[in-house]
């Protein structure tokens, strides 16, 4: 072929899409060592991490790991305290809420209006019945009571002239002299006359009455209060402060209230003529205040509370019950002797009732269910489990079970050999702790 028909291979376009050429990777550099660095400082933090967790482990006690090693120790000894059971008496109680009540409280208030002159008596004084309280200006009664004895005494004469005149007509009647209605009428007269003078003598013993009035005395023995009124006021009976109110306080009483289950064994008591002790202590339930006996009940049951008032009776002499203070009651109902105590920190409750831990011989506890019946502040009564002289425990059975070994606190604590398969119970020194034994002494050369 002609070499001037050849094609030019710069004009001819490729049959087909034609793939690009890739780039040329790049040296390694920079980029390359810095991902090496990495990787080493990763498996150099595993390899912290591995050691820490080595010395961590080897500083723990066995004991304290666990399910982590196989040789695992026996927990040590739980630290206990423990009580006798007693056989003693058990005093059954009744304990209420009571408010210390008067037998006589009064308030002294005048009769009779007229003006206070005089008061007799000191605020907190103890007086006595009968003693001096106040004076009312006595003058108008005095006047009055003059009036009424004169009038009595007028009427007194006209009575006396009367029944002369009736004595005289009577024997001229018997003479005919006279006739029978001047008799008959004269009687009349001499009838109202004493009516006159029946009616002078209540008016006499009125003003006299009213004249002692005005001198007021204590009609009880009692504490004297805060004086209500001053002198120089005129007073009338219709003044509702009065004068002064009188406390009686001694003998006094408590009045409390009791549910009425208890009512049954306290009325079979006191109908045996059991006289039942009754002591008070004070808000806080803690100071004893005084001791007295119960006297009576009420006469019937409050609905809306199912409780009885009850009265028990004090000897005041020392004033330390006052009058409405507010007291803890404690009545003694009986008391059972001869039965088996327990400390109340001994009585635990469980699912299935009351049980104790029982020291054993060997060191250890077991769980004993128990019957309990009364019970006060210290002790308990147990109707069925332990026996007098068995040891319980009091305190520390917070983490007990049956079976559990136990120490008594303040016995030193005994020490726990690790079983077989356990790892040395040697402590690794940490740096710059004391060794166990002494340091090897070094040699003149330094070595």
């Known amino acids: 072929m002609n070499e001037a028909f050849k094609p030019n291979p710069d004009l001819v376009e490729p049959i087909g899409p034609v793939q690009p050429a890739l780039p040329p990777s790049p040296p390694p550099g920079p980029s390359r060592r810095r991902g090496r660095w990495v990787g080493r ?190 002198p120089g006021n005129y007073l009338q009976p219709s003044d509702s402060t009065g004068i002064v109110v009188i406390t009686q306080m001694d003998p006094i009483s408590v009045v409390f209230s009791i549910p009425e289950d208890d009512l049954p064994r306290i009325a079979a008591r006191l109908s045996a003529g059991a006289k039942l002790e009754t002591t008070v202590f004070d808000r806080a339930n803690v100071n004893k205040l005084a001791t007295g006996t119960l006297t ?75 019957e309990v019946g009364p019970t006060d502040h210290r002790a308990t009564t147990i109707t069925k489990g332990p026996a007098p002289g068995d040891q319980v425990v009091v305190d520390g059975v917070d983490r007990l079970r049956d079976g559990a070994r136990v120490r008594l606190a303040g016995d030193a604590p005994q020490a726990t050999a690790p079983a077989a398969g356990a790892r040395g119970s040697v402590r690794p020194h940490r740096r710059g702790a004391a060794s166990d034994g002494p340091p090897t002494p070094k040699s003149a050369s330094g070595q």
Request: glycine residues 8%.
């Open 296 to 370: 009576t009940y009420d006469s019937q049951v409050d609905v809306t509370t199912g409780t009885i008032k009850m009265r028990a009776t004090f000897d005041n002499s020392e004033g330390l019950l006052f009058p409405n203070q507010f007291v803890n009651v404690r009545l003694l109902v009986d008391t059972l002797t001869g039965v088996t105590l327990a400390p109340n920190a001994a009585i635990q409750i469980g699912p299935s009732g009351d049980f104790v831990y029982l020291l054993n011989a060997d060191s250890t506890v077991s769980k004993r269910d128990i």
């Open 41 to 230: 400082g990763i498996g150099l933090i595993v390899l912290l991490a591995a050691a820490l967790l080595v010395w961590h482990r080897a500083e723990t006690p066995t004991s304290s790991r666990g399910e982590f090693g196989k040789g695992q120790r026996e927990a040590p000894p739980q630290a206990v305290r423990v009580a006798s059971v007693t056989k003693g008496d058990m005093p059954i109680t009744v304990d209420a809420l009571g408010t210390v009540t008067p037998f006589g409280t009064v308030t002294i208030r005048t009769q009779i209006a007229g003006k206070l002159m005089e008061i007799g008596f000191t605020e907190g004084q103890m007086v006595k019945k009968g003693d001096f309280i106040a004076q009312i200006d006595p003058r108008p009664y005095q006047a009055a009571l003059a009036q009424a004895q004169g009038q009595l005494a007028k009427d007194q004469a006209v009575l006396g002239q009367a029944e002369s005149d009736l004595v005289r007509y009577e024997t001229l009647n018997k003479q005919d002299s006279i006739a029978k209605q001047q008799v008959v009428s004269q009687q009349a007269l001499v009838a109202q006359d004493k009516a006159a003078v029946a009616i002078d003598e209540a008016q006499v013993d009125t003003a006299q009455l009213n004249l002692n009035y005005t001198r007021i005395a204590s009609p009880i023995t009692g504490r004297a209060g805060l004086r209500l009124v001053d």
